[in-house]
């Protein structure tokens, strides 16, 4: 059983995976979804199936202060959504703040060019944000 990491956006969402045994976080890939969540949801329907999924992390991008942004209110009602699809999976959240800013220091470490920075930074988030809900634990 793996879990999956989602970095939620308006028009992407960064998908993230663990390995069998949850030890670490692996890119999986970039959703366009173009604020179209049921096409976000059958996606997600065929990668929790493809790699049995038992948990969902998804990304809370709460204000530094720790206050929920607007987007926290927006990613809430997806994260509903999540648990009225997947209702036998558990789903949670994960503070987010500053996993795009490593991500794009990550793509510069890397010297990744513009372009592909943009396929990539949402599933690199969702590395981040996974990594972070399994070191948690």
Not at 17 to 36: C, F
Request: with cysteine; glycine share 6%.
């Amino acid at each position: 059983m793996r879990v999956l990491g989602i970095d939620y956006g308006e028009a992407r969402a960064g998908i993230a995976i663990t390995d069998e045994l949850q030890i670490t976080a692996q890119g999986l890939r970039t959703i366009n979804h173009n604020g179209n969540d049921k096409v976000l949801l059958a996606e997600l329907d065929k990668i929790a199936k493809q790699y049995e999924i038992e948990t969902i992390v998804v990304g809370m991008p709460l204000h530094m202060d720790g206050n929920k942004s607007k987007r926290a209110e927006i990613t809430e009602k997806f994260i509903h959504k999540l648990k009225c699809k997947f209702n036998k999976i558990k789903i949670v959240s994960q503070d987010e703040r500053l996993t795009t800013v490593q991500a794009h220091k990550t793509m510069i470490d890397l010297d990744i060019n513009k372009k592909r920075k943009k396929e990539l930074v949402d599933t690199i988030s969702a590395v981040y944000i996974l990594e972070t809900y399994i070191n948690k634990k």
